[in-house]
């Protein structure tokens, strides 16, 4: 049941990190702001739609938010959350989480591509790019994991992850703290609020998404954003199974303070120039391999 929780408790919160974020922004801005609840509104709204597809779109473009809300609610079953229980627990959970992630991308850009427009064939170029290069770090840090507990489940590895040296476990949640703003499409990676064409990156491949779809992808990125946070969290906390009460306000804790963070790095820094985000992917490589050695 404390697994169960942990996912109940992810499904219901995950829409709340976007509105987190959009409420700091508005208040470094000096505005009021949105409501941080404004994503569950929006869901609601785009359910009761219906959706309008381009006659020369195939079943690849129906498919594709199906797929990517699919991929992500299958890791974040084989993420542990504040109880130290996964969902679905087993052997190669690591790396199964990070190709569910890999086939949630693929699916947008496939169905991207299956739109036939040149502009969101350059978003899904963009985003093939930079994933590419975001996927090197993650790897890593797992693979610092997997090296000093010999888990290849995160259930099995985040306990012993505290036997880790707190420069390692530091040096890895930052990498995967710039993973989490390049996988998310924030800032400085890119501008979810965009609409200029020659810097949109994810929210172009959206465009021609409409009613449910797109409310299957807009959820898909908040339990994107969770599961990511998380990942990031429990570097920070790798406290083990049990369900208890401090564990679980400290993982939520952890949870709105990365929000937080986001809304202020969002805040204080301008999108980097597109030829600058490699740059900013290479230094979480950088940081990952740091973490990795030192572990």
């Known amino acids: 049941m404390t697994a169960l929780a942990d996912f109940l408790i992810a499904?219901?919160?995950?829409?709340?990190?976007?509105?987190?974020?959009?409420?700091?922004?508005a208040f470094f801005a000096g505005r009021q702001g949105q409501s941080p609840f404004q994503l569950y509104y929006d869901l609601l709204k785009l359910l009761r739609k219906g959706a309008v597809y381009s006659t020369c779109a195939t079943y690849v473009f129906r498919l594709g938010p199906v797929i990517g809300l699919a991929a992500m609610l299958g890791a974040l079953a084989v993420m542990p959350g504040g109880s130290g229980d996964a969902l679905h627990n087993f052997d190669g959970g690591i790396i199964f989480f990070a190709y569910l992630l890999a086939l949630a991308r693929?699916?947008?850009?496939?169905?991207?591509?299956?739109?036939?427009?040149?502009?969101?064939?350059?978003?899904?170029?963009?985003?093939?790019?930079?994933?590419?290069?975001?996927?090197?770090?993650?790897?890593?840090?797992?693979a610092m994991l997997v090296k000093t507990t010999g888990g290849l489940s995160f259930e099995a590895a985040f306990p012993d992850a505290a036997l880790l040296g707190g420069t390692p476990r530091l040096l890895a949640a930052a990498a995967l703290f710039l993973?989490?703003?390049?996988?998310?499409?924030?800032?400085?990676?890119?501008?979810?609020?965009?609409?200029?064409?020659?810097?949109?990156?994810?929210?172009?491949?959206?465009?021609?998404?409409?009613?449910?779809?797109?409310?299957?992808?807009?959820?898909?990125?908040?339990?994107?954003m969770w599961v990511l946070g998380a990942l990031t969290a429990r570097f920070l906390l790798p406290f083990g199974p049990g369900f208890e009460l401090r564990q679980e306000a400290l993982f939520l804790a952890a949870m709105f303070a990365i929000a937080l963070l986001t809304g202020v790095v969002e805040s204080c820094m301008a999108r980097l120039r597109l030829n600058r985000v490699p740059a900013m992917l290479l230094a979480a490589l950088a940081l990952s391999f740091a973490a990795f050695v030192t572990a």
């Open 179 to 224: 993973v989490f703003l390049a996988e998310n499409c924030r800032i400085p990676t890119d501008d979810p609020n965009t609409h200029l064409e020659l810097t949109m990156m994810h929210e172009v491949m959206v465009l021609d998404h409409s009613g449910p779809d797109f409310a299957f992808i807009s959820y898909g990125a908040a339990l994107k």
């Open 11 to 25: 499904l219901a919160l995950a829409p709340l990190l976007p509105g987190i974020i959009n409420r700091v922004k």
């Open 106 to 142: 693929f699916a947008a850009i496939l169905a991207a591509l299956d739109t036939g427009s040149s502009f969101e064939g350059m978003g899904a170029s963009r985003e093939a790019l930079y994933s590419a290069l975001a996927e090197p770090p993650l790897f890593v840090a797992l």
